[in-house]
């Protein structure tokens, strides 16, 4: 299955008390698309200013990434800046410069419109139910959202939801859009609106997987080397659905195994500044991987 993911193409800032990068590749259909390269064909659409360096994308183009739907307009890149302290769960925003993005209407090209697997990654939720009235008859769509539109855009929120079958956010977004301090309860407030899965990533701590076919818990691997949390949860997103869309299988077993998937790929994001490691990583070290997740939470009974 082809997958379709509409998001932002940046550069980021970022600050961590292991280092720094200035003006890195960024953007969260970057991260995803760089992720779910590794298991299905992805497109892209989004849009980049005059000043974006077009050959940081050509990891992209050689892992056959379709980036037709990729606009460049006058004007500058959508820009982040952040930083983290210790606790690597919580980034502090330090700028925003949303530019070309802020006038963002995502067209998709002809042949996107057949995609089977759709991925909104985190735009204005307005924006992610115009791409659904584009794509003909897709078989899953997912979507990611963040505080500002949960705050700032709560009923348009809704209204997506009712056309979303995953929606993946982290537990502080989980808790803010149920307005319910514990997660279950606000797993099934989420759910009473219209996704058939919520999948709640906790960084270092895992995921968590709530579904009419119950709940799951993955663990999140130790990792020795942390540098930079930004784009994890896009990469999470990335491997998740990417091996949906490689198995063609959506029953419940298997969204589990795509859990785990997603914290794989996760778990490599961050292990350098910006995509740096996903760009050099290979797909045996993606099996070893897994297979170590499995490891990690297998145990035998009495």
Same mark, same amino acid.
């Given at each position: 299955?082809?997958?379709?993911?509409?998001? /932002?193409?940046? #550069?980021?800032?970022?600050?961590?008390?292991?280092?720094?990068?200035?003006?890195?590749?960024?953007? %969260?259909?970057?991260?995803?698309?760089? %992720?779910?390269?590794?298991?299905?064909?992805? %497109?892209?659409?989004?849009?980049?200013?005059?000043?974006?360096?077009?050959?940081? @994308?050509?990891?992209?183009?050689?892992?056959?990434?379709?980036?037709?739907?990729?606009?460049?307009?006058?004007?500058?890149?959508?820009?982040?800046?952040?930083?983290?302290?210790?606790?690597?769960?919580?980034?502090?925003?330090?700028?925003?410069?949303?530019?070309?993005?802020?006038?963002?209407?995502?067209?998709?090209?002809?042949?996107?419109?057949?995609?089977?697997?759709?991925?909104?990654?985190?735009?204005?939720?307005?924006?992610?139910?115009?791409?659904?009235?584009?794509?003909?008859?897709?078989? @899953?769509?997912?979507?990611?959202?963040?505080?500002?539109?949960?705050?700032?855009?709560?009923?348009?929120?809704?209204?997506? #939801?009712?056309?979303?079958?995953? @929606?993946?956010?982290?537990?502080?977004?989980?808790?803010?859009?149920?307005?319910?301090?514990?997660?279950?309860?606000?797993?099934?407030?989420?759910?009473?609106?219209?996704?058939?899965?919520?999948?709640?990533?906790?960084?270092?701590?895992?995921?968590? %997987?709530?579904?009419?076919?119950?709940?799951?818990?993955?663990?999140?691997?130790?990792?020795?080397?942390?540098?930079?949390?930004?784009?994890?949860?896009?990469?999470?997103?990335?491997?998740?659905?990417?091996?949906?869309?490689?198995?063609?299988?959506?029953?419940?077993?298997?969204?589990?195994?795509?859990?785990?998937?997603?914290?794989?790929?996760?778990?490599?994001?961050?292990?350098?500044? /910006? #995509?740096?490691? #996903?760009?050099? @990583?290979?797909?045996?070290?993606?099996?070893?991987?897994?297979?170590?997740?499995?490891?990690?939470?297998?145990?035998?009974?009495?």
């Amino acid at each position: 299955m082809e997958i379709l993911v509409v998001g /932002s193409v940046a #550069l980021d800032t970022v600050t961590t008390p292991f280092g720094d990068a200035r003006e890195v590749l960024g953007g %969260s259909a970057t991260y995803f698309a760089s %992720s779910a390269s590794f298991f299905a064909p992805v %497109s892209v659409v989004a849009v980049v200013g005059e000043d974006f360096p077009m050959e940081a @994308l050509e990891f992209l183009r050689r892992r056959e990434v379709d980036l037709t739907g990729l606009e460049r307009r006058p004007g500058r890149t959508f820009r982040w800046r952040g930083e983290y302290g210790f606790a690597l769960n919580e980034a502090k925003t330090l700028e925003t410069q949303l530019n070309v993005f802020a006038e963002f209407h995502p067209r998709l090209p002809e042949p996107y419109r057949e995609r089977e697997v759709v991925f909104l990654a985190n735009i204005d939720p307005d924006l992610q139910r115009e791409v659904l009235t584009q794509v003909l008859s897709p078989r @899953l769509v997912a979507a990611d959202t963040m505080n500002f539109w949960i705050q700032g855009k709560p009923e348009a929120l809704r209204q997506t #939801l009712k056309q979303v079958q995953i @929606l993946i956010i982290n537990d502080a977004e989980a808790r803010m859009l149920a307005e319910e301090p514990n997660l279950v309860r606000a797993a099934k407030t989420i759910l009473g609106w219209g996704p058939r899965s919520l999948i709640i990533k906790r960084g270092e701590y895992g995921a968590l %997987s709530f579904s009419d076919g119950g709940w799951f818990a993955a663990p999140a691997l130790p990792l020795e080397n942390v540098y930079d949390p930004t784009g994890a949860g896009d990469a999470f997103a990335g491997g998740f659905l990417g091996f949906l869309a490689s198995t063609r299988n959506f029953d419940e077993a298997n969204l589990r195994r795509a859990v785990i998937m997603g914290s794989v790929m996760a778990s490599f994001a961050v292990e350098a500044f /910006s #995509l740096q490691r #996903l760009q050099h @990583l290979t797909y045996p070290e993606i099996e070893s991987r897994y297979r170590q997740f499995k490891q990690l939470a297998h145990f035998e009974d009495l």
